[in-house]
């Protein structure tokens, strides 16, 4: 009584697949290296009949957000330390960036000795009469700079990450400095406590101006529209007399901006920190949590830039976020 097979049915036995051992079967352990046909390859999404066509464009988008994600440059974020300060200083700041952010910091290697190149600008002309120029008088840090670009990826994005005075150290070595290939390379800026506007015209700061007309000149080069401009700077100090924190950021604040009683990061004012063309960030924190000294820096229990607790405010804009 069996049902006889249709015409040009298979006859004999049915064949079955066999089932993958369990070795087979098993998933590759986590960590192990890919097959070698499989590196480097974008994966292309299986897409099923009836799933409609939401089904095709989420495959597809992912498709092209892998190809995107295979064509990413690599990058890295470049260090520049405050005065009297050296690379060791922000190890902890990049470990922090990198290990919370994804971000591939990496202090300049500038040491402490370093600073001594200050010393003759002392004795010239130009700072006596305020006209002092970063390619003179800080040559020997523009010149770290370079070595850290060099030691770099060399088709890596540079993203600059510059505290106080490495601020202007920055600015001069992107609009001045570097060669036209290194600028084309650099995408960002990110200052944390710069003081970017010398003193008032017509007042005694400007003519006591203590960085001897280097925030002057700098004031007068136009930030390059092929860079993105970012100013982090604290507000947790209002200057005054009413403790030793406020009466040191009293005679800062008198000094860069004219305003004694402004509010800052306790070294830096606000006033100080606006960039024009800049994105300014203000945050609640004070200018660092060390004092160099030439033995080592002391580290002193302070909320700074680079705390846990401060760190989400502008960290994500090194990777333009």
Known sequence: GATPAPAGAPTGPRRTCPRPSAAAASPRPRGSAAPRAARGRIPVPSIRRGRGAATMLRAWLALALAGCGAALRPAVTLVCPAQLASSEDYVELAESLSTSYGINAVPIPLRKLDWAGLAP????????????????????????????????????????????????????????????????????????????????????????????????????????????????????????????????????????????????????????????????????????DFIPTLAGSLRVPLVWYGSDEVLPEWAPLLAGK
């Open 121 to 288: 600008s002392f004795f010239s002309t130009a700072y006596w009469k305020g006209e002092l120029r970063p390619s003179g008088a800080l040559a020997w840090y523009l010149s770290r700079i370079d070595e850290a670009v060099e030691a770099a990826d060399p088709d890596a994005e540079i993203t600059i990450l510059a505290h106080s005075i490495g601020g202007w150290v920055a600015r001069a070595y992107i609009s001045e400095w570097c060669t036209d290939a290194t600028r084309s390379r650099i995408k960002r800026l990110v200052t944390l406590g710069t003081p970017h506007n010398p003193p008032p015209v017509d007042t005694v700061w400007s003519s006591l101006d203590q960085t001897r007309g280097l925030l002057s000149y700098l004031a007068s080069l136009p930030p390059l529209p092929s860079v993105d401009y970012v100013s982090v700077i604290g507000r947790a100090v209002e200057g005054g007399v009413n403790g030793l924190q406020p009466l040191l950021a009293l005679t800062s604040y008198a000094a860069l901006c004219g305003d004694a009683r402004a509010v800052g990061d306790g070294i830096v004012p606000l006033e100080a920190a606006a960039l024009e063309g800049a994105r300014m960030v203000e945050v609640e924190c004070k200018h660092a």
